[in-house]
């Protein structure tokens, strides 16, 4: 298993893209166009969600002063 410290920067760049893809979808919604799928933001979303997960389980591994820094980093995402 990874570190939190590994996950939260994979966590923070599949939130980044669902972002990016949710914009697009919205946009394409807007202009009638329409080549990102929600299907691909969705699997997007599902293993940003099982990454999440396994950091909360992860966090408890830290020290108590660093649990609550990183549990805040988790609720960010």
Partial sequence: MSSIGELFPKCRKLAYDARQQLSMIQQQQRNGTGHVSV????????????????METLVLRETPSQREVWKQKIREL
């Fill in 39 to 54: 299907t691909d933001l969705y699997m997007v979303l599902e293993e940003l969600n099982r990454q999440l997960d396994t």
